[in-house]
């Protein structure tokens, strides 16, 4: 896609104490050639908006397990979880499920 | 198949991203927005409906919240309890002769002191929760984890379950029966109303407020607790020791407050957690009442888990989807690695494993309702003595020829360095182990049989350290042992802690010494009591 994505982002459940505790974030993905899937989110989110511990919100490729993550408040499995090329003004959800965030 | 960095080239597929259709499986017509456990895609309808009916089918199905009851919900903030309550609020509110029926009333224990929260953040944390149960219109009580302080040691004696107990008397269905005659006929009084019921109530828990909220902790407290947790030198103990102390804040207020029933709000991957953590720990002969829909060690006052069929999963899809109001509060363990604690261990293990054999915590869930108590739980004959000091477990450590425990002790006397014993003499070094049982009158044959009245006498006067660690031990479970073991300064347990177990060890001696003792006003038999003060 030619034109920068604004994406809603929310973090729950204790996820957000990784990223100074601000639970909503409205982040705009820069432009690019290819579409924006997950997996390419995840790299941008580590590198640009995790402030700590990043071993606690990714783990390889995908999120640390125990994290589930809602496109549009479905169930990212039914969207095709990494495969999934983001939309403009889409909204995904990061909540964690552990018990210390 | 065993190893730590294995690879199944080839062998084994990753788990491939279900290919669901995307209607729903139980109405089939809605598109889906969720799958629950291995390809069950739900629509949004469909998934409030599940979920609630299996709130009421778990407390439907075990019998043991009679109309009327008092019962008290333990909320921590996190998203099950929450659920818990929205759930108690939905099966309240119902009309006709479905709903639930009995008092709830609400507690939360403020932690923050024992995980080093600032008095700032504490007071945020309890004013968002106050306004979540301000919304209920239930009592709510606010108990600052400082007050486990000042506790009575009559917490810890368990209680005769209630004599006025509908079992004894009438079933289950009859006593909903009775429940509905008595509404029906309360009912035509018009200031019986339920509408009065309700106001009267929240006009009650508007006065508790003050009450509720208890009396302000000061800082001395806090910083006793904060020692307290200080002296603990690894995560395990302090998670264990927290527990521990949680629960008996909550029996507490229950006791006080007249509940006799406690709501807990463990979900289904939080027990699977709990149950193999708990093995690591050394407790697995009280698993049953641990990870149970029902916990009777407490006598009077059952603790329930209705939400134990639920995974994690389902709990925030639903507070996310239907706006469950939730307050996350850093504890003892947030942002710990995952090798800080057996527990953070094993909920890493667990859930890496549900990722790719989503069948994991659903299995062990199914194990664990398939673990019985083999005795009944309310003993009657059991004496005080014989349950655990601190989590009133049944002692587990007795110690018998040829049982794990004492191959245990024989290991960790092999291999204690053997140096110059203590002050003591040596027939109390010989056997550093074994002091906490042969004390316990088992009469073993470790051959100090009849010394053993010395031996307590003499170890008690050398140290006054010693005799409060042996005291302590004998009258513990193995996995509480451990926690204590874990501990530097003992004297930073809560008062009550220790009075109980210098009373129990009172009345142990004087079993003990119950044939040695001539008459009452014999004066040859006081020193021997006296030596242990």
Same mark, same amino acid.
């Given at each position: 896609?030619?034109?920068?994505?604004?994406?809603?982002? @929310?973090?729950?459940?204790?996820?957000?104490?990784?990223?100074?505790?601000?639970?909503?974030?409205?982040?705009?993905?820069?432009?690019?050639?290819?579409?924006?899937?997950?997996?390419?989110?995840?790299?941008?989110?580590?590198?640009?908006?995790?402030?700590?511990?990043?071993?606690?919100?990714?783990?390889?490729?995908?999120?640390?397990?125990?994290?589930?993550?809602?496109?549009?408040?479905?169930?990212?499995?039914?969207?095709?979880?990494?495969?999934?090329?983001? /939309?403009?003004?889409?909204?995904?959800?990061?909540?964690?499920?552990?018990?210390?965030? | 198949?065993?190893?730590?960095? @294995?690879?199944?080239?080839?062998?084994?597929?990753?788990?491939?991203?279900?290919?669901?259709?995307?209607?729903?499986?139980?109405?089939?017509?809605?598109?889906?927005? *969720?799958?629950?456990?291995?390809?069950?895609?739900?629509?949004?309808?469909?998934?409030?409906?599940?979920?609630?009916?299996?709130? $009421?089918?778990?407390?439907?199905?075990?019998?043991?919240?009679?109309?009327?009851?008092?019962?008290?919900?333990?909320?921590?903030?996190?998203?099950?309890?929450?659920?818990?309550?929205?759930?108690?609020?939905?099966?309240?509110?119902?009309?006709?002769?479905?709903?639930? $029926?009995?008092?709830?009333?609400?507690?939360?224990?403020?932690?923050?002191?024992?995980?080093?929260?600032?008095?700032?953040?504490?007071?945020?944390?309890?004013?968002?929760?106050?306004?979540?149960?301000?919304?209920?219109?239930?009592?709510?009580?606010?108990?600052?984890?400082?007050?486990?302080?000042?506790?009575?040691?009559?917490?810890?004696?368990?209680?005769?379950?209630?004599?006025?107990?509908?079992?004894?008397?009438?079933?289950?269905?009859?006593?909903?029966?009775?429940?509905?005659?008595?509404?029906?006929?309360?009912? /035509?009084?018009?200031?019986?109303?339920?509408?009065?019921?309700?106001?009267?109530?929240?006009?009650?828990?508007?006065?508790?407020?003050?009450?509720?909220?208890?009396?302000?902790?000061?800082?001395?407290?806090?910083?006793?607790?904060?020692?307290?947790?200080?002296?603990?030198?690894?995560? !395990?103990?302090?998670?264990?020791? *927290?527990?521990?102390?949680?629960?008996?804040?909550?029996?507490?207020?229950?006791? !006080?407050?007249?509940?006799?029933?406690?709501?807990?709000?463990?979900?289904?991957?939080?027990?699977?957690?709990?149950?193999?953590?708990?093995?690591?720990?050394?407790?697995?002969?009280? *698993?049953?009442?641990?990870?149970?829909?029902?916990?009777?060690?407490?006598?009077?006052?059952?603790?329930?888990?209705?939400?134990?069929?639920?995974?994690?999963?389902?709990?925030?899809?639903?507070?996310?989807?239907?706006?469950?109001?939730?307050?996350?509060?850093?504890?003892?363990?947030?942002?710990?690695?995952?090798?800080?604690?057996?527990?953070?261990? !094993?909920?890493?293990?667990?859930?890496?494993?549900?990722?790719?054999?989503?069948?994991?915590?659903?299995?062990?869930?199914?194990?664990?309702?398939?673990?019985?108590?083999?005795?009944?739980?309310?003993?009657?004959?059991?004496?005080?003595?014989?349950?655990?000091?601190?989590?009133?477990?049944?002692?587990?450590?007795?110690?018998?020829?040829?049982?794990?425990?004492?191959?245990?002790?024989?290991?960790? /006397?092999?291999?204690?360095?053997?140096?110059?014993?203590?002050?003591?003499?040596?027939?109390?070094?010989?056997?550093?182990?074994?002091?906490?049982?042969?004390?316990?009158? /088992?009469?073993?044959?470790?051959?100090?049989?009849?010394?053993?009245?010395?031996?307590?006498?003499?170890?008690?006067?050398?140290?006054?350290?010693?005799?409060?660690?042996?005291?302590?031990?004998?009258?513990?479970?193995?996995?509480?042992?451990? !926690?204590?073991?874990?501990?530097?300064?003992?004297?930073?347990?809560?008062?009550?802690?220790?009075?109980?177990?210098?009373?129990?060890?009172?009345?142990?001696?004087?079993?003990?010494?119950?044939?040695?003792?001539?008459? @009452?006003?014999?004066?040859?038999?006081?020193?021997?009591?006296?030596?242990?003060?």
């Amino acid at each position: 896609m030619a034109a920068p994505i604004a994406i809603h982002l @929310e973090f729950g459940g204790g996820a957000e104490l990784l990223f100074g505790s601000v639970k909503e974030h409205h982040v705009t993905l820069p432009n690019q050639s290819a579409p924006w899937d997950m997996k390419q989110l995840l790299v941008w989110i580590r590198g640009n908006m995790l402030k700590e511990r990043p071993e606690l919100f990714v783990q390889g490729d995908t999120v640390r397990p125990g994290i589930l993550v809602l496109i549009n408040d479905a169930d990212w499995e039914l969207m095709g979880e990494l495969e999934y090329e983001l /939309q403009d003004k889409d909204n995904v959800v990061f909540i964690s499920t552990l018990h210390g965030g | 198949m065993c190893q730590v960095d @294995e690879e199944y080239n080839g062998q084994l597929d990753h788990r491939v991203t279900p290919r669901v259709s995307k209607k729903c499986v139980k109405c089939k017509e809605n598109t889906t927005v *969720l799958i629950i456990r291995a390809g069950d895609a739900f629509c949004r309808g469909c998934f409030k409906e599940y979920f609630i009916h299996k709130f $009421r089918a778990m407390l439907g199905k075990n019998r043991v919240i009679f109309p009327g009851e008092k019962v008290l919900l333990a909320v921590s903030g996190g998203p099950a309890s929450s659920s818990m309550l929205s759930q108690v609020q939905e099966g309240l509110s119902r009309d006709a002769p479905k709903k639930l $029926r009995f008092v709830p009333g609400i507690i939360y224990i403020d932690e923050g002191g024992a995980s080093g929260q600032s008095m700032e953040e504490r007071k945020r944390a309890v004013a968002q929760l106050e306004s979540v149960f301000r919304a209920t219109n239930y009592h709510y009580h606010i108990v600052h984890l400082e007050q486990v302080l000042s506790l009575p040691s009559s917490v810890l004696e368990a209680g005769s379950s209630a004599t006025e107990k509908p079992q004894t008397g009438l079933s289950y269905k009859a006593a909903v029966d009775h429940f509905i005659q008595t509404r029906k006929n309360q009912n /035509q009084h018009p200031d019986f109303s339920v509408e009065n019921a309700q106001s009267h109530l929240s006009s009650l828990s508007m006065q508790e407020v003050q009450n509720g909220v208890t009396s302000p902790i000061t800082p001395e407290q806090t910083q006793a607790l904060q020692r307290l947790f200080a002296s603990v030198r690894t995560l !395990t103990a302090k998670e264990d020791l *927290l527990h521990t102390l949680r629960q008996h804040l909550i029996l507490h207020t229950a006791r !006080t407050q007249a509940y006799t029933k406690v709501m807990m709000g463990d979900s289904c991957s939080r027990l699977a957690i709990k149950l193999l953590s708990n093995i690591s720990l050394g407790r697995g002969a009280s *698993l049953a009442t641990d990870t149970g829909f029902s916990d009777p060690r407490y006598g009077d006052v059952v603790i329930v888990r209705p939400m134990r069929d639920y995974s994690s999963k389902e709990i925030a899809y639903y507070n996310r989807m239907f706006d469950i109001p939730s307050v996350f509060i850093p504890g003892l363990d947030s942002k710990a690695q995952d090798k800080a604690s057996i527990q953070r261990l !094993t909920e890493s293990f667990v859930t890496k494993l549900q990722t790719d054999f989503p069948s994991t915590v659903s299995t062990i869930y199914r194990t664990s309702e398939k673990l019985h108590t083999a005795c009944p739980p309310q003993n009657t004959n059991t004496q005080l003595s014989a349950k655990c000091l601190l989590c009133v477990c049944a002692l587990d450590t007795k110690l018998e020829e040829f049982s794990a425990y004492q191959a245990t002790l024989i290991s960790e /006397q092999l291999s204690q360095r053997r140096g110059p014993g203590p002050e003591c003499t040596p027939g109390t070094a010989a056997a550093p182990g074994s002091p906490p049982a042969s004390s316990a009158g /088992q009469g073993h044959s470790s051959g100090e049989g009849q010394s053993q009245g010395c031996e307590t006498g003499e170890g008690d006067c050398c140290s006054s350290k010693e005799p409060e660690t042996v005291d302590l031990k004998s009258l513990l479970c193995y996995s509480c042992r451990l !926690t204590i073991k874990d501990m530097t300064a003992l004297d930073a347990l809560p008062q009550y802690i220790l009075s109980e177990a210098e009373r129990r060890r009172r009345s142990q001696m004087r079993e003990e010494i119950s044939d040695f003792l001539l008459d @009452e006003e014999e004066d040859e038999a006081i020193p021997r009591v006296n030596g242990s003060l």
